[in-house]
């Protein structure tokens, strides 16, 4: 599903995302709900991918 969200052009205002960055010990951080809203996908189905792919996240973002 996630492969389907490059194939296309989706516009999110800024706004949107900023407001969804949240600061927890100094961290810039967005929480996995917010994300699968922003994709478009079940929160299972994100952290599935996350799993499925996890050599292309750093090791530092996922604790």
């Not at 810039?28 to 799993?51: F, I, P, W």
Request: proline residues 3%.
């Amino acid at each position: 599903m996630l492969a389907d969200m490059n194939e296309k052009q989706l516009m999110i205002p800024d706004e949107v995302v900023v407001n969804k960055i949240y600061i927890i010990r100094s961290q810039r951080v967005m929480l996995d709900r917010d994300l699968s809203e922003l994709y478009g996908v079940a929160t299972k189905v994100l952290k599935q991918t996350v799993r499925r792919n996890i050599k292309r996240f750093p090791t530092d973002c996922l604790k």
